[in-house]
C-alpha cells in the first residue's frame, strides 16, 4: 500500500523560508513523477512544481519559480521543497503527489486529476 507522509509546514512571516519534506512508502521512487500541489480556502487544488523519476526534467508554475527548489532523494524516498521569498499569497494547504504516469508534458503541470496518491496534506501560512 502506498503512503506518502508531508511534513514540514508552520507559519512563516513574508519574506521567510521553509523547508517541506515528503516520505513515500510501499512504492519504488524511482518509478514516479513526484511533485507539490497546494490549495487555499475556496480554491482548486493545483500543482505548482514536480520532478520527473529519474530527476532529469523539474517543472515549475511560474508563480513560484525562482523563489522554490524541488528535489529528491531516491535512496531515502524522500521528496523535498525549498521555499523561499515567502508571500502571503503562498498560504495554503501544501500536499505531495506520487504518480506512476507523468505529472508534467512539455513543462506543463498536469491537472491533479491525475494523481494516484496523496499525502495528507501540511499547511502553510505565510503571515504580512
Known amino acids: 500500500q502506498v503512503q506518502v507522509v508531508e511534513s514540514g509546514g508552520g507559519l512563516v512571516q513574508a519574506g521567510g523560508s521553509l523547508r517541506l519534506s515528503c516520505t513515500a512508502s510501499?512504492?519504488?521512487?524511482?518509478?514516479?513523477?513526484m511533485g507539490w500541489f497546494r490549495q487555499s480556502p475556496g480554491k482548486e487544488r493545483e500543482g505548482f512544481s514536480c520532478?520527473?523519476?529519474?530527476?532529469?526534467?523539474?517543472t515549475y508554475a511560474d508563480s513560484v519559480k525562482g523563489r522554490f527548489t524541488i528535489s529528491q532523494d531516491n535512496d531515502k524516498n524522500t521528496l523535498y521543497l525549498q521555499m523561499n521569498s515567502l508571500k502571503p499569497e503562498d498560504t495554503a494547504m501544501y500536499y505531495c503527489?506520487?504518480?506512476?504516469?507523468?505529472?508534467?508534458?512539455?513543462?506543463?503541470?498536469?491537472?491533479?486529476?491525475?494523481?494516484?496518491?496523496w499525502g495528507q496534506g501540511t499547511q502553510v501560512t505565510v503571515s504580512s
Open positions: 503527489a506520487a504518480e506512476p504516469g507523468f505529472l508534467s508534458s512539455d513543462f506543463v503541470l498536469s491537472s491533479p486529476s491525475i494523481v494516484s496518491n
Open positions: 510501499g512504492l519504488t521512487f524511482a518509478h514516479y513523477d
Open positions: 520532478i520527473s523519476r529519474n530527476g532529469d526534467r523539474v
